[in-house]
Nanobody, 121 residues
Framework: QLQLVESGGGLVQPGGSLRLSCAAS????????MGWYRQAPGKQREFVTS???????NYAGSVKGRFTISRDSVENTVYLQMNSLKPEDTAVYYC???????????????WGQGTPVTVSS
């Protein structure tokens, strides 16, 4: 079964940094896009950043200049480098991908299980 597995979350002080990883496991024909969403306690899930297969990126205004998305195409992995973290960045971060598995004929949207990030002194 195709899965997205996030890692790298944890507790960090304000101003600190974390690097999240999301690896797509399974037999994949192509990945159109990968990105990150987050959901803070009591709030709706929100878009953070994304990258398409051609390398184009998009960022939410709240993270521009602080977060950077990158990819390793060989390992089907996307990363989120988070710098200058703020308490309001505290959330569960979810990896998202638009994937065509080799066993399917229709592109599907996949989500990871989430990795929690807590920014607190």
């Amino acid at each position: 079964q195709l899965q997205l597995v996030e890692s790298g979350g944890g507790l960090v002080q304000p101003g600190g940094s974390l690097r999240l990883s999301c690896a797509a496991s399974g037999i994949i024909f192509s990945i159109n896009a990968m990105g990150w969403y987050r959901q803070a306690p009591g709030k709706q899930r929100e878009f953070v950043t994304s990258m398409t297969s051609d390398g184009s990126t998009n960022y939410a205004g709240s993270v521009k200049g602080r977060f950077t998305i990158s990819r390793d195409s060989v390992e089907n992995t996307v990363y989120l480098q988070m710098n200058s973290l703020k308490p309001e960045d505290t959330a569960v971060y979810y990896c998202n991908a638009e994937i065509l598995p080799i066993s399917e004929v229709v592109v599907g949207t996949y989500w990871g299980q989430g990795t929690p990030v807590t920014v607190s002194s």
